[in-house]
């Protein structure tokens, strides 16, 4: 099964500017479509944002605009670069299989909070 390390959360300003990044092991990464997803306390957790295996994108409409998901398939590696970031971002943040629906064990997650 395939795992998944996330990183490059932190504590910034409203409007400021994070990139996540997540590496995948345990699979194929090239034949994975991949997605980020989000958790706020006392929420559901949601996608954010999805890529498939052949590169199309899908976008949460409350990040259109703002986030801007990529892959690199030679480092095994999905990021987020989250720009314009508003404090209801703030949440854990996780990556998973996608780019609709994550079929795999979850990581530890990022954790992304924007002060207002």
């Known amino acids: 099964q395939v795992q998944f390390v996330e990183s490059g959360g932190g504590l910034v300003q409203a409007g400021g500017s994070l990139r996540l990044s997540c590496a995948a092991s345990?699979?194929?990464?090239?034949?994975?479509?991949m997605g980020w997803y989000r958790q706020a306390p006392g929420k559901q957790r949601d996608l954010v944002a999805g890529?498939?295996?052949?590169?199309?994108?899908n976008y949460a409409d409350a990040v259109k605009g703002r986030f801007t998901i990529s892959r690199d398939n030679a480092k095994n590696t999905v990021y987020l670069q989250m720009n314009s970031l508003k404090p209801e971002d703030t949440a854990t943040y996780y990556c998973n299989t996608g780019p609709y629906e994550a079929t795999s064990a979850w990581g530890q997650g990022t954790q992304v909070t924007v002060s207002s």
């Open positions: 890529i498939s295996r052949f590169g199309r994108i």
């Open positions: 345990g699979s194929t990464f090239s034949g994975l479509g």
